[in-house]
């Protein structure tokens, strides 16, 4: 294999970029400014074709990020492009500077010189497919939303409490809590404890109906008069009715970001059922289509990208690390981990247990082991992902025999059963 002789590094900014080119010994051969636009995409372009830069053997290119049009244009080309974790590239600064200055020309050498000295060292971007990367970006917009959902209903939950502790009563009885249906059509017709103890039961199943009930309405629609009525602490009604204002905006914007998580769902559900990995990745336990694509948009569909399970393992952060120094040795929980897949896993972890015995199993043999309940969990996303990378590798379907095949102990129990 020919070694590489060119090294491209760029220093991106919102709407200029330094690029910098060495060569096998660290010389400088190229730099420039270019402006990010086609223009600048066209002037890098040229910069890379009169450096060696070909379709057999194009220039890799380290950056400072992920995403942005520089980057999508340049996997595009099917250059191979390196992310660099800024941390990273901070560290690599010192070995050529040890005063600390800093420039863009600098950190564009800088860069350039990571992939020269140490390329192996860190990952490139994957070659995922064109519908693998939208669902990417829908699945992580599905979930800044359900997040941003969820802030809401804390905000307005807690501006509730101080005001307007009947609501939460009335409305408590729901997992969904202040994000329920009813719960917003109620609170927005009354959003002060005196217009919602005027309420009538005619008005209250009028908007029982217009938030989606269909069944027990009388029932409801008197059990909602009995709390919104029932005594409670009370602000000074000018107060009162200034919190029920500010109550109508918050209102808004959680109404809002409930209405963007739900049509991000429809449309990631509807992308993510279209890729040949979806059938795959649903027949885990604990993992809908919903979920399931919250797991694929970070793992991909290039299935170079983690050489065996233990790289996609610490990618999710479920595998732990080791810190030994001498005769001190601590095994700790991976702080430095792709979060969105951590966040992901946890409630696959938690939604497994209940869909499969093999995996309520294994938990429960962790926490008899001395296992805390997170590090439990941990445990079984860790194995979870150590299955799923073997199946969309071999192509195979998910086993609950072989991911989990039954021990001694529960045969013997089995047994006396």
Same mark, same amino acid.
């Given at each position: 294999?020919?070694?590489?002789?060119?090294?491209?590094?760029?220093?991106?900014?919102?709407?200029?970029?330094?690029?910098?080119?060495?060569?096998?010994?660290?010389?400088?051969?190229?730099?420039?400014?270019?402006?990010?636009?086609?223009?600048?995409?066209?002037?890098?372009?040229?910069?890379?074709?009169?450096?060696?830069?070909?379709?057999?053997?194009?220039?890799?290119?380290?950056?400072?990020?992920?995403?942005?049009?520089?980057?999508?244009?340049?996997?595009?080309?099917?250059?191979?492009?390196?992310?660099?974790?800024?941390?990273?590239?901070?560290?690599?600064?010192?070995?050529?500077?040890? /005063?600390?200055?800093?420039?863009?020309?600098?950190?564009?050498?800088?860069?350039?010189?990571?992939?020269?000295?140490?390329?192996?060292?860190?990952?490139?971007? @994957?070659?995922?497919?064109?519908?693998?990367?939208?669902?990417?970006?829908?699945?992580?917009?599905?979930?800044?939303?359900?997040?941003?959902?969820?802030?809401?209903?804390?905000?307005?939950?807690?501006?509730?409490?101080?005001?307007?502790?009947?609501?939460?009563?009335?409305?408590?009885?729901?997992?969904?809590?202040?994000?329920?249906?009813?719960?917003?059509?109620?609170?927005?017709?009354?959003?002060?404890?005196?217009?919602?103890?005027?309420?009538?039961?005619?008005?209250?199943?009028?908007?029982?109906?217009?938030?989606?009930?269909?069944?027990?309405?009388?029932?409801?629609?008197?059990?909602?008069? #009995?709390?919104?009525?029932?005594?409670?602490?009370?602000?000074? @009604?000018?107060?009162?009715?200034?919190?029920?204002?500010?109550?109508?905006?918050?209102?808004?914007?959680?109404?809002?970001?409930?209405?963007?998580?739900?049509?991000?769902?429809?449309?990631?559900?509807?992308?993510?059922?279209?890729?040949?990995?979806?059938?795959?990745?649903?027949?885990?336990?604990?993992?809908?289509?919903? /979920?399931?694509?919250?797991?694929?948009?970070?793992?991909?569909?290039?299935?170079?990208?983690?050489?065996?399970?233990?790289?996609?393992?610490?990618?999710?952060?479920?595998?732990?690390?080791?810190?030994?120094?001498?005769?001190?040795?601590?095994?700790?929980?991976?702080?430095?981990?792709?979060?969105?897949?951590?966040?992901?896993?946890?409630?696959?972890?938690?939604?497994?247990?209940?869909?499969?015995?093999?995996?309520?199993?294994?938990?429960?043999?962790?926490?008899?082991?001395?296992?805390?309940? #997170?590090?439990?969990?941990?445990?079984?996303?860790?194995?979870?992902?150590?299955?799923?990378?073997?199946?969309? #590798?071999?192509?195979?379907?998910?086993?609950?025999?072989?991911?989990?095949?039954?021990?001694?102990?529960?045969?013997?129990?089995?047994?006396?059963?």
């Amino acid at each position: 294999m020919k070694r590489l002789s060119t090294f491209c590094g760029i220093d991106w900014a919102s709407d200029h970029h330094d690029v910098l080119l060495v060569d096998n010994a660290g010389s400088l051969l190229a730099r420039a400014r270019i402006d990010d636009n086609a223009d600048g995409l066209a002037q890098l372009l040229h910069m890379l074709t009169e450096h060696g830069d070909t379709a057999e053997e194009p220039i890799p290119v380290a950056i400072e990020t992920s995403r942005g049009l520089l980057v999508a244009c340049l996997r595009a080309t099917g250059r191979p492009v390196y992310a660099i974790n800024p941390m990273a590239a901070a560290r690599y600064r010192d070995r050529h500077s040890v /005063s600390r200055k800093k420039s863009d020309h600098l950190d564009a050498m800088v860069l350039a010189n990571i992939l020269r000295t140490d390329a192996s060292a860190h990952r490139k971007l @994957p070659a995922d497919s064109e519908l693998a990367q939208a669902i990417a970006v829908l699945a992580r917009a599905q979930q800044d939303a359900v997040w941003d959902r969820t802030q809401a209903a804390n905000k307005l939950t807690s501006h509730l409490r101080e005001y307007f502790p009947g609501f939460l009563a009335a409305v408590g009885v729901r997992r969904e809590g202040v994000c329920h249906p009813i719960a917003r059509v109620l609170l927005a017709a009354a959003p002060t404890p005196a217009q919602a103890a005027r309420l009538t039961l005619a008005q209250l199943r009028s908007l029982l109906k217009k938030a989606g009930r269909k069944n027990t309405i009388e029932s409801e629609a008197e059990r909602l008069q #009995t709390a919104l009525r029932a005594p409670q602490m009370r602000q000074l @009604p000018l107060v009162e009715e200034a919190m029920g204002r500010q109550t109508l905006a918050l209102l808004r914007q959680l109404d809002a970001a409930c209405t963007s998580a739900d049509d991000l769902a429809q449309a990631t559900v509807e992308s993510f059922e279209k890729h040949p990995d979806a059938e795959i990745i649903t027949g885990f336990p604990g993992l809908s289509a919903l /979920s399931g694509a919250w797991v694929f948009a970070e793992i991909g569909d290039d299935r170079s990208r983690f050489s065996d399970a233990k790289g996609l393992k610490a990618y999710a952060g479920s595998a732990p690390i080791t810190r030994a120094s001498g005769k001190s040795v601590a095994v700790l929980a991976r702080r430095v981990k792709n979060q969105r897949l951590a966040a992901a896993g946890y409630m696959w972890a938690f939604a497994a247990m209940a869909h499969s015995d093999g995996a309520r199993a294994h938990y429960d043999r962790r926490r008899e082991a001395g296992d805390r309940h #997170t590090a439990a969990q941990r445990n079984l996303f860790n194995r979870m992902l150590g299955c799923l990378h073997h199946c969309l #590798t071999h192509r195979v379907h998910y086993d609950e025999a072989v991911a989990f095949p039954a021990t001694p102990s529960d045969t013997q129990l089995k047994s006396a059963a």
